[in-house]
């Protein structure tokens, strides 16, 4: 007896849609500091890094843990699929955003380095990075490159990069979230625009209503990790 293929339904695609966002979930936290080169950070970088990586590993697994809910409550038919549908499309778009896989949008801060003498070294890059990742940034561009969980930020007798990819002066930096709180994180006495000029550089903070981040990541593929489950 020939058996017809398995019909595709709303609860299948919810199904692959979870899965995926698992996934994405799953690989960014093991590539967390896959990429950085430990050994040539000083202690207290090391202790940001350490700091930073406990932060979004806890954010990552309390998402896993919302979207194991959202699977397990279409398990059991409570709610609709259209609700629970467009709830896993929700999250998967948050963690494409973490993840960088897919742009992002919203009020933020564009910092702009002039920096002629080539005075900013890769060290105040990262530092930019740490404050507005401390002050809630929810995507960062830098040039042209995506930052994510995983980035690291080279140094190559003053050619800057972001995971290999180089940028030009002056830096533009982008970065989505609270924009007032970013750019206050920015301006602090002792921060980065201070640290800037002190360098023979200077730093401008723009406040915008909107900021587009556009530039995407793309995973190093996982050869031994998958999700479970």
Not at 64 to 87: F, K, Y
Not at 93 to 115: C, E, F, N, R, Y
Not at 184 to 209: C, D, F, H, N
Request: proline share 4%; charged share 20%; glycine share 10%.
């Amino acid at each position: 007896m020939r058996l017809g293929r398995p019909r595709a339904t709303r609860a299948n695609l919810l199904g692959a849609v979870l899965a995926i966002a698992l996934g994405v979930a799953i690989a960014t936290q093991v590539q967390l500091t896959n990429e950085r080169d430990l050994g040539q950070l000083s202690q207290s970088d090391l202790v940001r890094v350490l700091d930073d990586v406990s932060v979004r590993g806890a954010r990552l697994d309390a998402q896993v843990r919302e979207l194991e809910a959202t699977r397990d409550r279409l398990r059991s038919g409570v709610g609709t699929s259209a609700e629970a549908l467009a709830q896993a499309q929700r999250r998967a778009d948050t963690l494409g955003i973490l993840a960088g896989t897919i742009g992002a949008k919203g009020p933020g801060i564009t910092l702009t380095i002039s920096d002629p003498q080539r005075t900013v070294t890769g060290p105040v890059i990262l530092d930019v990075i740490q404050e507005l990742r401390d002050a809630g940034a929810e995507a960062i561009q830098v040039g042209g490159v995506r930052v994510v969980a995983s980035s690291y930020v080279g140094d190559d007798g003053g050619d800057l990069s972001i995971d290999g990819t180089a940028f030009t002066r002056p830096v533009t930096v982008l970065a989505v979230g609270d924009s007032n709180t970013l750019a206050s994180a920015m301006t602090i006495p002792g921060g980065i625009v201070e640290t800037v000029r002190q360098k023979g550089a200077s730093a401008t903070v723009v406040e915008r209503p909107e900021v587009e981040v556009t530039a995407l990541h793309v995973p190093t593929p996982l050869t031994h990790a998958r999700p479970t489950g």
